[in-house]
């Protein structure tokens, strides 16, 4: 089992090295356990024989015995040495004694001295060794864990309770959904402080339509005073593992209060970039050939440690993106989904390893490897759904990668990085840098040594990024570009329905996502029953702190935004007619308010279609049948997500055929053009709303970070 991977700078100096030896001896060659040891080093480079070198390891690891040596050489520089060190006692013991744990009739716990041994192993031996032991038994990770601690015994019954909690989870689509069966809460103790204690919890996803909760409530609350106590510090960007800081910063702001500064960032550059890729590109032959079920379990791990500090991150995504509780936990599910489901599609393609066709002494098989190093540049509106589906995507292919937040939402992509970090993915593998897309993007297309990018944003930035970047070289370039999202109500519509999943999907967040519904084409016939209830809707809708357990609608994320509505606002009013809305809320104080804006019978050919303003407005225009519907919707640059309310199935059926959008809806209350979720609904956009044909969330998604590579072997009978 391999187990523990070090990176070890060059150096020209013996004493170096040895003191490096000496310094693993010290974390592992413990009496009880020593796992098997990788070493990647440009040690090799030097004229030392690599057999001398092995010696020397062995000799400073005195307790143990040599197993097996092999290298391997990754270019001209730099070579890898595997050495594996036979276990001198217990971990064959640990893991025997553990499966019992979802075995025993009666409750069970781990001897005294086993339970000292797992507290000793370092992060990543926990992660393989735990997920090895949960997967093929449905039990959960901290319940493995919690036995192993001696903090809590397991009898047969808790593991058949959450064994059917897993068979209930939502859609059946994931073989144990532990963000479902174990959720972590905060609560104070007695001295006012956090402290972390287990609660089951429904998932809540965006489309969710019951009410959060007491117990929700109160884990929320508690977070944001913890993670209040936090602000206005100054964070490094971490290259290689390394704190690094440029020569100035920029400030983090809460958009619901402009004036409380959240913390400061460093204002990367092109010189930060080059040395980002450069660690990703070290790290990538190691990380590559650590093999896909080891990454897996990283992931997962990252999974896990995410779940548990899911109330600290909800209440960061209220304090920086201005979110509610309801979507600030939901983003927080999604995010672990993600991870969760990409690893599902790992295993279930088996790594995407297949045998094809042969005879005659010809056996050949296709496999899927990854390319190297992956820019991961993620936007503000789902700064950890989106950075954490990018990111482990790319990572559990057996990419590398170089991540770079959006500048209003730096925080809450630290907070990725210190997930991974502690989920003990190997340095250099996951870089994080900061600062303006001016500053650091040009340096991001141009280098050569980066192998992919993903990104999330504008139409107008990822043509840019399309167009450049692959000037030089083909390269993969996967964009996901925003939307001018329509939805169509037919005569037969639910109109309490239609109205309540059309108001969710244009005014949830603020507009502030791609998939928000910004066209509604609704038939004549139906046009006033429908405007009415859309109006009263939102008209009751609550608008304020969204940290406020009441608030439906917070701030949007900066001044610029509050322009752009402004300006979607006013030329809504020349093309059409303003029905509700359309004004700034300076009466809720200083923060970026704004009311959900209603507008009505613009012209056609009005340029408002053609510009996606990221704001709270909707525009409603009524139509004569289905076919002027979908020809209207259709009439547009954008097919990210589309949507439609009729009972009857010849309508629904002629929809889904003609309808020009990569995600689609029907009759859907929770979110008319909104709310996709991993596993159940894929996500991503036609024409100019996205660049590969392939959707996120679902099953070809992970393959875009991989390349084919056919491997015939011929052999004489």
């Given amino acids: 089992m391999r187990v523990s991977y070090w990176l070890i700078p060059a150096s020209p100096h013996r004493e170096h090295f040895t003191w490096v030896i000496r310094e693993l001896a010290a974390k592992f060659a413990a009496p009880v356990f020593t796992p098997h040891l990788t070493i990647y080093s440009s040690e090799l480079t030097h004229a030392e024989a690599p057999a001398e070198i092995v010696k020397r390891i062995a000799r400073e690891l005195k307790p143990l015995t040599l197993h097996s040596v092999g290298i391997s050489f990754s270019n001209e520089f730099t070579k890898t040495l595997f050495v594996e060190f036979a276990a001198a006692a217990t971990l064959a013991t640990l893991s025997e004694q553990l499966k019992l744990a979802s075995a025993m009739p009666t409750p069970y716990k781990l001897k005294p001295h086993l339970?000292?041994?797992?507290?000793?192993?370092?992060?990543?031996?926990?992660?393989?060794?735990?997920?090895?032991?949960?997967?093929?038994?449905?039990?959960?990770?901290?319940?493995?864990?919690?036995?192993?601690?001696?903090?809590r015994t397991v009898s047969r019954r808790d593991v058949e309770s959450w064994r059917l909690m897993a068979e209930r989870s939502v859609g059946g689509h994931r073989k144990l959904s532990r963000s479902k069966i174990l959720?972590?809460?905060?609560?104070?103790?007695?001295?006012?402080?956090?402290?972390?204690?287990?609660?089951?919890?429904?998932?809540?996803?965006?489309?969710?339509?019951?009410?959060?909760?007491?117990?929700?409530?109160?884990?929320?609350?508690?977070?944001?005073?913890?993670?209040?106590?936090?602000?206005?510090?100054?964070?490094?960007?971490?290259?290689?593992?390394?704190?690094?800081k440029a020569a100035n910063t920029f400030g983090d702001i809460d958009p619901a209060h402009p004036t409380t500064m959240l913390g400061k960032f460093q204002s990367g550059g092109r010189e930060h970039v080059k040395k980002a890729i450069a660690a990703a590109k070290t790290a990538s032959p190691f990380w590559r050939e650590l093999g896909?079920?080891?990454?897996?379990?990283?992931?997962?791990?990252?999974?896990?440690?995410?779940?548990?500090?899911?109330?600290?991150?909800?209440?960061?995504?209220?304090?920086?993106?201005?979110?509610?509780?309801?979507?600030?936990?939901?983003?927080?599910?999604?995010?672990?989904?993600?991870?969760?489901?990409?690893?599902?599609?790992?295993?279930?393609?088996?790594?995407?390893?297949?045998?094809?066709?042969?005879?005659?002494?010809?056996?050949?098989?296709t496999v899927l490897k990854p390319y190297g190093v992956f820019a991961v540049v993620s936007p503000f509106n789902f700064p950890l759904a989106l950075a954490t589906g990018m990111a482990a995507a790319a990572l559990i292919a057996g990419n590398t990668v170089v991540f770079k937040p959006a500048s209003d939402t730096p925080?809450?992509?630290?907070?990725?990085?210190?997930?991974?970090?502690?989920?003990?993915?190997?340095?250099?593998?996951?870089?994080?840098?900061?600062?303006?897309?001016?500053?650091?993007?040009?340096?991001?297309?141009?280098?050569?040594?980066?192998?992919g990018m993903v990104f999330t944003g504008s139409r107008e930035a990822g043509m840019e990024v399309l167009r450049d970047f692959q000037q030089q070289r083909t390269r993969p370039c996967i964009c996901e570009m925003g939307g001018k999202n329509a939805c169509i109500v037919m005569p037969t519509a639910n109109i309490d329905d239609a109205a309540e999943g059309i108001m969710r999907s244009a005014f949830g967040m603020g507009g502030e996502k791609c998939s928000a519904c910004s066209r509604i084409y609704v038939h004549q016939s139906a046009?006033?029953?429908?405007?009415?209830?859309?109006?009263?809707?939102?008209?009751?809708?609550?608008?304020?702190?969204?940290?406020?357990?009441?608030?439906f609608l917070g701030p949007l994320i900066n001044e610029s935004a509050v322009e752009r509505y402004d300006r979607g606002v006013k030329l809504g009013k020349k093309d059409g007619e303003l029905i509700t809305g359309g004004k700034r809320l300076k009466d809720l104080g200083e923060g970026h308010f704004v009311e959900p804006t209603i507008l009505a019978n613009l012209t056609p050919k009005s340029k408002w279609f053609d510009e996606e303003f990221f704001s709270p407005i909707v525009a409603v225009n009524t139509v004569k049948s289905l076919d002027d519907g979908i020809q209207m919707a259709n009439a547009s640059g954008f097919g990210l997500t589309a949507g439609i309310f009729t009972q009857i199935e010849d309508e629904q059926r002629e929809f889904f055929e003609r309808i020009e959008a990569g995600t689609t809806y029907c009759n859907r209350r929770g979110g008319a053009t909104t709310g996709a979720w991993p596993g159940v609904q894929s996500f991503g956009?036609?024409?100019?709303?996205?660049?590969?044909?392939?959707?996120?969330?679902?099953?070809?998604?992970?393959?875009?970070?991989?390349?084919?590579?056919?491997?015939?072997?011929?052999?004489?009978?």
């Avoid at 926990?126 to 039990?139: D, F, M, W």
């Avoid at 990454?295 to 899911?310: I, P, S």
């Avoid at 970090?421 to 900061?434: K, Q, W």
Wanted: proline content about 3%; glycine content about 8%.
């Fill in 527 to 551: 046009a006033k029953q429908f405007m009415e209830a859309l109006v009263a809707k939102t008209r009751a809708l609550k608008i304020g702190d969204p940290a406020q357990r009441e608030t």
């Fill in 685 to 717: 956009g036609w024409k100019g709303s996205g660049s590969s044909g392939k959707n996120a969330l679902g099953p070809w998604y992970v393959p875009q970070f991989l390349r084919e590579q056919s491997q015939t072997l011929f052999s004489k009978t």
């Fill in 292 to 365: 896909w079920p080891a990454r897996v379990n990283f992931l997962r791990k990252a999974a896990e440690l995410m779940t548990k500090h899911q109330f600290e991150l909800a209440a960061l995504l209220t304090l920086e993106v201005g979110k509610n509780r309801f979507e600030a936990i939901a983003e927080v599910s999604e995010a672990t989904d993600l991870i969760l489901y990409y690893c599902q599609q790992l295993e279930t393609y088996k790594g995407y390893e297949m045998s094809m066709g042969g005879g005659n002494g010809e056996k050949t098989k």
């Fill in 183 to 244: 959720r972590r809460t905060f609560c104070r103790n007695e001295r006012g402080g956090v402290s972390c204690s287990r609660v089951q919890m429904e998932k809540i996803t965006y489309t969710s339509l019951a009410n959060l909760g007491e117990d929700f409530h109160r884990a929320f609350e508690a977070a944001l005073v913890h993670e209040r106590k936090k602000l206005g510090e100054t964070h490094p960007m971490f290259i290689q593992g390394k704190a690094v």
């Fill in 411 to 451: 925080f809450t992509g630290l907070r990725l990085y210190e997930l991974l970090h502690r989920a003990g993915i190997p340095v250099g593998v996951f870089n994080y840098i900061t600062g303006s897309g001016s500053d650091m993007g040009p340096e991001l297309i141009a280098n050569q040594d980066l192998d």
């Fill in 115 to 151: 339970s000292l041994v797992y507290a000793s192993l370092p992060e990543a031996v926990k992660c393989e060794l735990v997920c090895s032991i949960s997967a093929p038994r449905k039990v959960t990770f901290d319940l493995i864990q919690a036995v192993a601690t001696g903090d």
